[in-house]
């Protein structure tokens, strides 16, 4: 990277100032001081470890603070730590390489302000040049500060580093991929909003930092649908994470998606509650999976015929005098306008009742339909609580029939 800003802004190479010293020329130019800085400025050109340039140029800089190569200095700075921060990025580099890259990647870093100050700014390179070769430089110390981080397992190094790297490149797309990578890799599952929030950004972001390569975005788009699917339970929500996403760099401090896991809690919890609430439609959607399953004819045939008590409903309507249409699942207003049970008299009611009229009843089932659903029952006024005036007086039970009389025997 150092490379490239040498051959676009650099005037005046240090082979080229040394040069100059030698020649020593009429016209006022750069000179070394004296033989013992010419001897520096030799030696630090010839030296090909990187790591070994370090010590020659403290060494310059020490005993030659005023020198008239101070911008040359410079950059020879920025470009030896910058080659030994890529000499320890290789596959093959040894531990103690790794660490002077780190070392080197921090100082490029905290030295920063210093290395491009005005006073620093080499010839004939605009500002915007100069800040932008800033940006540069910074990206790759920051970059080689994730890699080794990550490489180590430090993923809360990476993932803060990643973020002072977006905080210079808001809209790079791939930069929060990457990060969201990162968070991933923590296996933290409490972590992974964040991380499908990071992935949400990086595949709808448009402009000049957006991802081009469509196969590329697709296959993040996929991963991001699976991912976020895995964790919620489904696919709904997820455009919304998106539109949210686009419109900041991180999640706010109350982002949430509720996992699976959370979904299942509250629905587990508000099972009990409801249980506890209307235990009458807990037992009333029992006896319906017990009806509509496979074996719901054998089923029914066990009850058919036998009473049933406890039982609850709300009317729905009312057909003619003799039969009521009943909801039995009435917890929510769309449940109770459905009739799944009908009720009917031997004997007329004696007017009207009401629907959304609660109903407490012991019936006997007589026959029933899988599709639509619905069971039907014959119940006796008198224990049926909830009719009112439309009961009417009580049914008189039906008289017994005399034995015939039998002849005595002679």
């Known amino acids: 990277m150092l490379n490239r800003i040498i051959k676009t802004f650099m005037g005046v190479s240090l082979v080229a100032c040394v040069a100059l010293a030698q020649d020593k020329p009429a016209a006022p130019q750069k000179q070394a001081k004296d033989q013992v800085e010419f ?3 030799t030696d630090l050109n010839k030296e090909t470890d990187p790591s070994k340039k370090i010590p020659i140029l403290d060494q310059w800089t020490e005993k030659y603070p005023d020198t008239s190569f101070k911008q040359e200095r410079n950059y020879y700075y920025m470009d030896t730590y910058s080659k030994i921060v890529s000499k320890g990025l290789q596959a093959n580099a040894s531990a103690d390489a790794v660490d002077a890259a780190l ?6 870093i905290d030295k920063a302000d210093t290395f491009f100050s005005a006073e620093n700014k080499l010839p004939n390179v605009t500002d915007d040049q100069w800040a932008q070769a800033k940006k540069q430089v910074l990206t790759q110390a920051h970059g080689a500060l994730v890699t080794i981080a990550t490489n180590k397992k430090d993923f809360p190094t990476a993932e803060a580093e990643y973020k002072k790297l977006i905080a210079m490149d808001e809209g790079n797309a791939l930069m929060y991929s990457s990060l969201a990578g990162v968070i991933m890799s923590e296996k933290n599952v409490a972590r992974y909003p964040d991380a499908i929030y990071l992935y949400a950004r990086a595949v709808s972001l448009a402009g000049p930092g957006a991802i081009k ?10 991963y991001l649908t699976r991912i976020y699917t895995n964790y919620h339970g489904g696919g709904d929500g997820l455009d919304d994470v998106k539109a949210k996403a686009v419109t900041a760099p991180f999640p706010s401090s109350d982002f949430h998606i509720k996992s699976v896991t959370e979904i299942s809690m509250e629905a587990n919890s508000s099972a009990e509650a409801f249980a506890k609430s209307f235990p009458e439609i807990m037992v009333w959607r029992g006896l319906k999976d017990q009806l509509t399953a496979a074996g719901g004819d054998d089923y029914f045939k066990n009850m058919k015929d036998a009473e049933i008590a406890g039982l609850k409903g709300k009317v729905v309507s009312q057909n003619g005098q003799k039969e009521l249409l009943i909801s039995m699942d009435y917890a929510t207003p769309e449940t109770e306008k459905k009739p799944e049970l009908t009720m009917k008299f031997e004997t007329a009611l004696k007017g009207q ?4 009229t609660l109903l407490t009843f012991a019936a006997v089932p007589d026959s029933y339909t899988k599709d639509p659903f619905m069971v039907v029952v014959t119940a006796e006024k008198a224990k049926v609580d909830g009719l009112g005036d439309a009961a009417g007086a009580p ?3 039906a008289p017994k029939k005399k034995a015939p009389a039998t002849k005595k025997k002679t």
């Open 39 to 41: 001897g520096l400025m």
């Open 103 to 108: 070392k080197a990647a921090q100082t490029l």
């Open 213 to 222: 390569d469509e196969a590329t975005k697709k296959a993040l788009s996929d």
């Open 353 to 356: 009742v009401e629907p959304g």
């Open 395 to 397: 049914d008189k039970p």
